[in-house]
């Protein structure tokens, strides 16, 4: 699907809030809280040195520049331009942007990061598809949860281009192929900490063994 008109601007970004538009307020990078998540994702995935790592959904490419200091072969893909655009000067190179929903990727990767991506993708069936035949060891997302018809982080209502709203159990069931492994859990320490106040308002899905 082609999307005409991207709602992730620089409004999105930077003023969120103000506008109405998302949780955002001056979307910037912050070295020490972002190097600890992509430590604590290196950890809980046992990503090795070797692998390549796309951040599927990378924005501005924050978590792209952190495995890349830490010294991971990571690049990142997104439909925003302007993101793209106004991405860190240190990782633009590795950073593609797609007009396309989702975004299409430039190769296969060995893991593939979707962090706070998937519940914008009307097409999530297609999307998980996607990303499931692109990694070739695993893929790691990260989703807001909700039981009924709200968020149980009621915080994230407040992003207008939220278009998924289920339970764990919904988030696993797509990620589940024949011969391949999937975990889902609330909770995986030193990612999204400040939700912790929650216990059932993040899902972290990862999925195995896409390659024998």
Not at 136 to 150: E, I, N, Q, S, Y
Not at 194 to 208: K, M, S
Request: glycine share 8%; aromatic share 12%; charged share 30%.
């Amino acid at each position: 699907m082609i999307v005409e008109t991207c709602p992730y601007d620089e409004d999105y970004f930077l003023r969120g809030r103000e506008t109405g538009k998302s949780l955002y307020e001056n979307y910037r990078w912050m070295p020490e809280l972002t190097t600890r998540m992509v430590e604590a994702i290196i950890a809980h995935l046992g990503i090795k040195r070797k692998d390549s790592v796309l951040d599927f959904g990378c924005a501005r490419g924050y978590v792209v520049k952190a495995f890349r200091r830490l010294g991971y072969e990571a690049f990142g893909v997104d439909i925003s331009e302007w993101a793209i655009k106004n991405a860190d000067e240190e990782v633009k190179p590795f950073l593609n942007w797609s007009e396309n929903s989702p975004p299409a990727l430039p190769e296969e990767f060995d893991w593939i990061i979707a962090k706070d991506v998937l519940e914008h993708i009307p097409e999530v069936c297609q999307a998980v598809e996607y990303l499931m035949d692109a990694a070739k060891v695993g893929v790691f997302a990260v989703v807001p949860l909700a039981h009924g018809d709200r968020y149980d982080v009621e915080e994230y209502e407040l992003d207008v281009t939220h278009v998924h709203r289920h339970p764990l159990r919904w988030w696993v069931g797509q990620f589940h192929r024949p011969g391949r492994s999937v975990e889902g859990r609330y909770r995986v320490n030193g990612i999204k900490d400040n939700y912790a106040h929650c216990p059932t308002g993040n899902g972290f899905i990862t999925a195995r063994g896409i390659v024998e």
